[in-house]
């Protein structure tokens, strides 16, 4: 990013109106769809104020646009480099003035650059059990090895990939009959649930990102995410 270095988003929260809340998407978008029918129930404390995809043909897109949620697609095929890209993208969401940013599916490795402006106010999900099998097809790689448990898990964004301070954690046992699609669903079922749980905790107070790269939920540090356990 070519200004964003030197300073970074200050995160603002105002107990009469939702914080607004920026998806950032590439696909299906199964858990932006979480996101919006949470923020839909009385007394919800964000709102699904923009959804950005990188890909136009994204059905998450159409998920947004059913329920009157504005949209923008910004193609990273247009762009030299991912310096680039991320600056056109960091406009979009300047312009929308989001208090939180929530990947969900995006399939972007985003720019140190891009990650510092936004430090401490971008969330992800990942169908993994962090720090345990970073990056991608993570079901088809558990049941490679074995694993009895797998999941899902809600982290602060860093520079390193899939590597900020964990949040919260759904574990999901591994049965014996599973194979990728069957075990994939049954982590997304999850992540359904604890996304959104992240981000009202966000919305709410509660969630931060301490000044020393920690977790902090009510004010304490987490020495490890919280977890919940699915029985299913």
Not at 120 to 147: C, F, K, W
Not at 214 to 221: A, H, S, V
Request: charged share 20%; with cysteine.
């Amino acid at each position: 990013m070519t200004d964003n270095s030197p300073k970074t988003a200050e995160t603002r929260f105002d107990g009469n109106r939702p914080l607004r809340l920026a998806v950032l998407i590439s696909g299906s978008g199964s858990n932006l769809q979480a996101l919006i029918d949470a923020s839909q129930h009385d007394q919800a404390p964000f709102q699904v104020a923009l959804v950005i995809s990188n890909r136009a043909d994204a059905f998450g897109l159409e998920r947004a646009e059913r329920v009157g949620i504005p949209t923008q697609t910004l193609s990273h095929r247009g762009f030299k480099t991912r310096e680039a890209y991320d600056t056109a993208l960091a406009e979009l969401l300047r312009a929308a003035d989001p208090g939180l940013i929530a990947l969900a599916g995006f399939m972007r490795i985003l720019t140190p650059g891009f990650v510092e402006y936004w430090q401490g106010r971008m969330l992800n999900i990942h169908p993994s059990l962090l720090p345990s099998y970073r990056g991608l097809h993570t079901h088809q790689r558990v049941l490679e090895a074995g694993d009895p448990m797998h999941g899902a898990t809600v982290h602060f964004v860093t520079a390193e990939l899939d590597g900020g301070p964990a949040i919260l954690q759904a574990r999901v046992p591994v049965q014996a009959n599973d194979d990728a699609d069957r075990l994939g669903a049954r982590v997304l079922k999850q992540e359904h649930c604890i996304y959104p749980l992240a981000v009202r905790w966000f919305a709410e107070g509660r969630l931060r990102l301490g000044s020393d790269g920690r977790t902090q939920l009510d004010g304490q540090p987490l020495d490890s995410p919280l977890i919940i356990d699915a029985s299913t």
